[in-house]
């Protein structure tokens, strides 16, 4: 089974053009290294891209981060200064009984002047305090509030918790009345008696301008579609760009160094996190994981094209050589084709001396040998066939010349001198036209002349019972034609048909036309005619066994294909009681030239 199934794969493989061999086996070559060193490479450039727009987002979001946490830095250094500032705490500690109007406003005006310097535009956008609302300066609404004006916060219920804290503030836990068109982060944080750290003497909050941060946010976004947040312990967006989507990893998952890989909605996305010191807020860059392989995919794109573009080449370049290679082949395949239906043309010489080349010369000189031998065989057989027109000539002549001199006699004994004159006459040219001088080639009108006078002796003999019509038009007159064609089947056509009817009398017609690039020349009589068996026997009967007729019907046949070619011949058409046609078909345009 496994030999049969190998045979069968040969078979196909041989079945397979040369052409499409080679490409193949040259793309199999060629490409596949090709393609393996280039994906080889191109995992290399992948690589190395990643770890490059790895390095430029950790370092874009480690700028970003040292930046905001130095500016947290200073801000919580200025709230803390401002916390534990004797001027601040002694204000603050004053006994309400002691304390009067003037003394209120001096202090409001004191404590407004820190602010005012602290307050710098860039770290520091307000500062605020927050008091009992029993003093005069708590009205203040520029830096002084009053504690009832908080008491409904998130960040005020969240100091009260844990009084000890520098609490993160996001713009949405601000009082109502606080909000404005501009937004702001704030640090917040309690301030404590000196005298005893468990009590709280009020509420101190430093405001930043948000717009700012999210802008120094924005700067750490490595790819188009990144966001970068600042987020408190609830995972609550306090500042940042983008949709503000946070995956769940993130806030599950232990903080480490570095990208880390997730998916939100579905959808794949690199983050990295950093918590501020001090501060409840962590620092969050999301990357959707297809926009940080952008560029790796278009690299792999431009090289997948650069690739295909190049295996186009490739394949275009294998082609062609190919081509040219089975090209030539494939010409002299057909050539060789030629010769075996009897063409026998050579190649154009070919100027390469590849191993191509020597075949093409090897050819060429093979047609040129086979060329030399046929010639030499066509001389040979032309010479074999004019040694059997010499047998049949000999074969005839006596047995006719017999028959005659039997004749001439017989009309001596009877007296019959104008006969024995007009058959001697009839003979001499009979025999002129039979030698010719030697040549084998005589027109056609000398081989009608020649068949008159056969046909005037037999009328001698047998009485006139023959007639002989000639229908040839005069332009084939001229016709070469082989010597002694027509002569053999009127003598078929007298002994063979017209003799054997009842009444011993019958016609011979001799006709001529031109069909295509054809002369036919027909001899038809209406004698007993013949079967199909019997002119096949005409055709193959053993010149030892044959009839000296068939012998010359088989000569005619032989001849005119070895002067003509083979698509001339002798068609033979009768029907038993019908007579019988024989046509000579002799192709015109190749041997209608020859000379005797």
Not at 58 to 82: H, I, P, V
Not at 219 to 243: H, L, P, Q, R
Request: aromatic fraction near 8%; include cysteine; proline fraction near 2%.
């Amino acid at each position: 089974m496994n030999t049969e199934a190998k045979k069968r794969k040969k078979d196909v493989f041989n079945r397979v053009p040369l052409k499409k061999k080679l490409v193949l086996a040259y793309l199999l070559l060629t490409m596949i290294p090709i393609l393996v060193i280039g994906i080889f490479v191109m995992q290399i450039f992948s690589r190395s891209l990643k770890e490059k727009l790895s390095y430029s987002a950790e370092q874009g979001f480690s700028q970003t981060y040292d930046f905001l946490a130095y500016r947290f830095s200073k801000t919580s250094d200025t709230l803390n200064q401002f916390a534990n500032s004797d001027m601040i705490q002694r204000i603050l500690l004053k006994d309400l009984n002691d304390y009067g109007i003037v003394e209120q406003m001096s202090d409001m005006l004191d404590m407004r002047k820190a602010f005012e310097d602290a307050r710098n535009g860039e770290d520091v956008d307000r500062v605020r305090i927050y008091v009992r609302d029993e003093l005069m300066y708590s009205i203040d609404q520029i830096h002084l509030f009053g504690l009832n004006s908080i008491e409904s916060t998130v960040w005020y219920r969240y100091l009260q918790e844990d009084a000890d804290q520098i609490l993160g503030c996001p713009y949405s836990w601000l009082a109502e009345h606080e909000k404005t068109e501009k937004e702001i982060l704030s640090l917040a944080r309690t301030v404590k008696s000196p005298n005893d750290y468990r009590k709280v003497i009020g509420y101190l909050r430093v405001d930043m301008d948000k717009g700012q941060i999210d802008e120094i946010l924005n700067k750490a976004n490595a790819a188009k579609d990144a966001e970068t947040y600042i987020c408190n312990g609830n995972g609550e967006i306090v500042a940042g760009t983008g949709k503000g989507k946070i995956p769940k990893e993130a806030w599950e998952t232990a903080r480490t160094a570095g990208f880390q890989k997730a998916y939100m909605e579905g959808n794949a996305v690199l983050y990295r996190t950093q918590d501020f010191e001090n501060l409840d807020w962590t620092m969050m860059t999301v990357i959707p994981y297809s926009s940080f392989m952008r560029e790796i995919t278009a690299l792999k794109n431009r090289f997948l094209v650069c690739m295909i573009l190049f295996s186009a080449l490739v394949s275009v370049c294998i082609y062609l050589i190919g081509k040219s290679i089975t090209d030539r082949v494939g010409l002299l395949a057909e050539h060789m084709k030629r010769v075996q239906s009897g063409e026998l043309t050579g190649l154009e010489p070919d100027e390469s001396t590849d191993e191509i080349g020597v075949l093409y010369d090897n050819f060429n000189y093979m047609i040129e040998e086979t060329k030399a031998l046929l010639e030499e065989k066509y001389r040979l057989g032309k010479e074999v066939k004019n040694a059997e027109l010499k047998a049949l000539q000999s074969q005839i002549n006596p047995h006719f010349l017999y028959n005659t001199l039997d004749m001439i006699k017989w009309m001596c004994y009877a007296g019959r001198t104008a006969d024995i004159e007009r058959a001697v006459a009839s003979m001499a040219k009979f025999y002129k036209i039979t030698l010719s001088r030697g040549r084998n080639i005589v027109t056609v009108r000398d081989e009608l002349e020649h068949s008159r006078e056969y046909v005037n002796i037999q009328n001698m003999r047998f009485g006139d019972r023959i007639t002989l019509k000639v229908a040839v038009p005069e332009k084939l007159m001229d016709v070469p034609i082989p010597k002694i064609t027509l002569q053999p089947l009127i003598e078929n056509a007298i002994l063979h048909g017209i003799l054997e009817t009842e009444d011993e009398t019958g016609t011979v017609t001799i006709s001529g036309a031109v069909e295509k690039d054809s002369m036919i020349i027909t001899v038809t009589d209406d004698g007993v005619g013949m079967e199909e068996e019997q002119i096949s026997r005409l055709f193959s009967a053993s010149e030892a066994g044959g009839s000296g007729s068939s012998y010359g019907i088989r000569n005619i046949r032989q001849r005119i294909r070895l002067l003509y070619g083979n698509d001339s011949d002798l068609l033979f058409t009768s029907r038993p009681g019908e007579g019988t046609e024989v046509k000579i078909l002799l192709k015109q345009g190749k041997n209608n030239t020859m000379q005797p």
